[in-house]
């Protein structure tokens, strides 16, 4: 069965800290690793990682794929109040009879306070 | 571009009722899906369609129906409500399931069953 964890489930940081998000998985035939982030409505789009060791960064917000050992760190750095939000990781896999299907995690409720 | 519009916003049913959530987009994307989000528990795919005729069963299929006849719609049924599907539900398409494309969520229904 396909699994995605995601650690820690909630955070409480200060206005300036910088945070790290993790996200391991097990899922089959396994093609990328994606970034979203919910607050109080539907998930928006943050980074899809399909390559190990390549950053992707978007202003304060980086992301890193480690394929060997099925891992996904989301960092933001100099954190605001506006990044509260719940942060959910998801793995597609391809081919076979999970056709392009996405396995979210619990997801990570992050509360920056000023 | 409307993106992927989903109504009800909300509903209330009573168990035993049967209703239909609809899902829509004017992106031209092949596949679709439908989520169901609870509390600590992440998003969990209910069921989804690689193109308009063909749809599959997701981690969560009890309880609901799906059909593809156009490409554009995606409708999910309740069969027979149950207090148990009391959730927030997302429809979310992508260009294709099967290569690393971005997954656009709609903006959600909000269904209790009483």
């Known amino acids: 069965e396909d699994k995605v964890v995601q650690s820690p489930l909630s955070l409480v940081v200060h206005e300036g800290d910088t945070v790290t998000l993790n996200c391991s998985y097990e899922v089959t035939n396994f093609r990328s690793l994606l970034w979203y982030k919910q607050e109080k409505k539907a998930p928006t789009f943050l980074f899809m990682l399909t390559s190990s060791g390549i950053e992707k960064k978007s202003g304060r917000l980086s992301s890193i794929l480690d394929k060997k050992e099925l891992f996904s760190i989301l960092n933001i750095t100099a954190t605001q109040t506006g990044d509260s939000a719940v942060y959910l990781c998801?793995?597609?896999?391809?081919?076979?009879?999970?056709?392009?299907?996405?396995?979210f995690g619990q997801g990570t409720i992050l509360t920056v306070h000023p | 571009n409307a993106g992927v519009t989903q109504t009800p916003k909300f509903q209330v049913l009573k168990t035993g009722q049967s209703m239909t959530l609809q899902c829509a987009q004017d992106m031209n994307h092949e596949y679709m899906s439908w989520y169901r989000q609870d509390p600590g528990m992440g998003l969990r795919l209910i069921h989804y369609s690689v193109g308009a005729g063909i749809t599959d069963q997701g981690e969560v299929p009890n309880g609901y129906n799906v059909s593809r006849s156009t490409t554009e719609d995606f409708p999910l049924r309740l069969l027979s409500a149950a207090p148990s599907q009391t959730s927030v539900y997302f429809c979310?398409?992508?260009?294709?399931?099967?290569?690393?494309?971005?997954?656009?969520f709609g903006p959600g229904t909000r269904l209790t069953v009483t």
């Open positions: 979310a398409s992508s260009y294709d399931g099967t290569v690393s494309y971005e997954q656009y």
């Open positions: 998801a793995a597609r896999n391809a081919g076979g009879t999970s056709y392009g299907k996405l396995t």
